[in-house]
């Protein structure tokens, strides 16, 4: 590194950067961003990637610091580069994960005249950010004051909401190094306090007495990539209480608790008439909006009181069904578990759940456990034969919804990710190998178009040193519309035009023109044995029946109903 002062003001920023923890910085070459690239490249402390899409780029960053559960670097040069990371920066605000844009930008008196690479680069990003800021020229900085930009920007990424920052930094030409003199300058870390987490001590007794008066309540956990973290307060609870837990996979809460009533099948027993017998006194919400339908609609129709520990303020309840907010996260919850007086708990209440699950579930293996390889069944098989501590990364349209309805619980070493802040199909393949990145061995669960959609991604992803295996569920289109009320509403051509949009895409040919090995799996047995053994970078693609697939759907869904005892 020089002493010139860009590359001090860089060089302050990202030592400071270092110091909060950030690890990882993903960079698209350019440039224009040539001083942030040099410097983040020389900074010992931070593993530099290279993506030379950005749009993948970005989601590689999101995958990275969703596994990490760190703030990750991006840096882009300036025009349409920055417009790349878009996607990308509105999933990260949706789901609450913490970036840290850097954009290069011209330098003020070249904008607006016709200089190449020139756009609007001011707030590109909107409301999606936690802060933005344009940063000054480095001609004569004050290195301090970069160091107090990088503490502020990753406070701000970190805070109690989590989520993307933007600093657009503007260069002059020269963008090289002035000189060979290293930057020695060592200024010490600046401390960051840390926010508080737990209630009052009446509001905590006050819940906790609330609590006991309604032993018929329930817990309903939704996708939270940090929900390890609420285990043992939310087993403390349920055992307290006796309320059963509603938990969707990527809440990282459905797993085997001693004594608490974990309820894997609720998608299933809300869709029944046994949900009208089955009216909570109280819920109890944790993490993200449900992605189970059913379930939102019997919340819905309740109406019960529920109270959200919402630690970062997000107000994610688009059902409009809460009825209390509190700011606080585990500690919050296990502070008033610990003053409840476990005889409240309605051993009953908690039967008729645990006895309808058990119902359901045998009902669904009866189907099933006898018949061809489905979207059900790979969604149970990848619960079930996943090696202990791997990650499972789930794409959004079906996979999600699958994987929310089939997988069963498991032990807590089995953890589960995906984009569920806007839900999109874009950028799953590079998110889910930015998740790999890290050293964790990862499978994806994804979907023909959503994979079809990141092909870049998996161009990206066959460079770099990654135990990632991608299972393509091949439906040959849009599959989940044939889930829809469309498909009956509209002319058949005008559904496989705009909805169905069959592909054919050949998979086979594409990885292996890559040189990726490619696999394929037409039955149960295979698909486990593939499981145990992850290695590298790979793809596995099961061929669906789309047909055959929505009629095992339907027939799963009444066998329940029909087995559940009101």
């Not at 600046?190 to 009446?202: A, F």
């Not at 008066?213 to 990539?225: D, F, K, L, Y």
Request: charged residues 20%; aromatic residues 6%.
């Amino acid at each position: 590194m020089t002493n010139d002062p860009v590359y001090s003001a860089c060089a302050a920023f990202a030592n400071e950067l270092a110091n909060q923890g950030v690890g990882h910085a993903v960079i698209s070459p350019g440039s224009r961003s040539t001083p942030l690239t040099l410097t983040f490249a020389r900074t010992d402390r931070i593993e530099t990637w290279t993506r030379l899409d950005e749009r993948s780029a970005a989601f590689f960053a999101l995958g990275l610091a969703k596994e990490s559960c760190k703030p990750v670097v991006l840096i882009c040069t300036s025009g349409t580069a920055a417009a790349n990371y878009l996607p990308a920066v509105i999933e990260a605000n949706w789901s609450e994960t913490p970036l840290i844009v850097l954009t290069a930008n011209r330098p003020p008196e070249l904008r607006g005249w016709g200089a190449g690479q020139t756009i609007d680069q001011t707030n590109i990003y909107g409301s999606n950010v936690r802060w933005f800021a344009e940063l000054p020229i480095g001609t004569e900085p004050d290195v301090r004051w970069f160091q107090l930009v990088a503490a502020r920007a990753f406070q701000s990424s970190t805070g109690p909401q989590p989520g993307p920052v933007h600093l657009d930094w503007p260069f002059r030409e020269p963008l090289e190094p002035l000189s060979d003199s290293p930057f020695d300058q060592v200024l010490p870390p600046i401390q960051l306090d840390q926010p508080l987490t737990i209630l009052e001590p009446d509001k905590a007794h006050e819940l906790a007495q609330r609590f006991e008066r309604v032993p018929e309540g329930v817990v309903v956990a939704g996708p939270m990539g940090q929900g390890s973290n609420w285990r043992q307060a939310v087993h403390s609870f349920c055992k307290k209480t006796g309320y059963p837990l509603l938990a969707e996979p990527l809440s990282q809460l459905r797993i085997d608790f001693d004594g608490v009533p974990v309820i894997e099948h609720h998608d299933h027993l809300l869709r029944s008439t046994w949900s009208e017998t089955v009216a909570p006194e109280v819920v109890v919400r944790l993490g993200g909006p449900p992605t189970c339908k059913p379930l939102r609609l019997w919340l819905e129709r309740h109406r019960s009181p529920m109270i959200m520990f919402d630690p970062s303020s997000n107000w994610a309840d688009p059902s409009f069904t809460v009825s209390e907010v509190l700011n606080v996260g585990s500690d919050g919850l296990a502070q008033v578990a610990d003053l409840i007086n476990p005889s409240m708990a309605s051993g009953q209440w908690g039967e008729r759940w645990k006895t309808a699950n058990q119902q359901a579930s045998a009902a669904i293996s009866a189907i099933v456990d006898h018949e061809p390889l489905l979207q059900p069944a790979v969604a149970r098989e990848l619960g079930r034969r996943l090696p202990a501590d791997h990650l499972l990364y789930v794409s959004n349209s079906m996979p999600v919804r699958d994987v929310d309805s089939f997988l069963e619980c498991h032990s807590d070493s089995l953890h589960l990710l995906g984009n569920r802040g806007a839900s999109g199909i874009d950028g799953v393949v590079s998110s889910a190998a930015g998740a790999a990145a890290t050293g964790q061995p990862t499978t994806l669960l994804i979907g023909d178009l959503a994979f079809q959609h990141d092909i870049a991604g998996l161009i990206a992803a066959r460079n770099a040193d990654l135990t990632l295996t991608i299972v393509v569920l091949d439906d040959q289109g849009g599959g989940i519309f044939r889930h829809l009320p469309i498909v009956q509403a509209t002319d058949p051509d005008l559904f496989d035009k705009f909805f169905a949009t069959p592909q054919h895409l050949p998979i086979a040919e594409i990885v292996e023109a890559l040189d990726i090995e490619y696999k394929e799996a037409c039955d149960a047995s295979t698909l486990a044995d593939l499981l145990r053994k992850p290695q590298g970078l790979r793809v596995i693609r099961i061929p669906v029946d789309s047909a055959s697939d929505v009629e095992q759907h339907r027939r799963i869904a009444q066998a329940v109903a029909d087995s559940v005892t009101p």
